[in-house]
């Protein structure tokens, strides 16, 4: 079963910048769109970007062009290039099919990585 790993997190301030890495388990040709989602402390999980190709990319409206997904299928690699970081973007990011992956009837989740902005 396809699995996600999320790296690149950390503690910035506001106005830097992170890169975030997924790396998948299997072919991510099998999987038509992916994306990276958040969720901040007590709010829902939400999509940040979707990514089917180069020419199909969606942002949520809050990215406001901070933002760049791209995928490289050859690597099974998903990078989210964050810019601008500002103090609500404070999240643990998670890497997953879009929609998300399902198993045994509940959306899986990988562990995350966690991005912290604050001054």
């Known amino acids: 079963q396809m699995e996600f790993v999320e790296s690149g997190g950390g503690l910035v301030q506001p106005g830097e910048s992170l890169r975030l890495s997924c790396v998948s388990s299997d072919s991510l040709d099998s999987i038509y769109a992916v994306g990276w989602y958040r969720q901040a402390p007590g709010k829902q999980r939400e999509l940040v970007a979707s990514i089917e190709s180069a020419s199909s990319i969606v942002y949520a409206d809050f990215v406001q062009g901070r933002f760049t997904v791209s995928r490289d299928n050859a690597k099974n690699l998903v990078h989210l290039q964050m810019n601008h970081l500002k103090l609500e973007d404070t999240a643990v990011y998670y890497c997953?099919?879009?929609?998300?992956?399902?198993?045994?009837?509940?959306?899986?989740w990988g562990q995350g990585t966690q991005v912290t902005v604050s001054s």
């Open positions: 997953n099919a879009v929609p998300p992956l399902i198993r045994r009837g509940v959306h899986y």
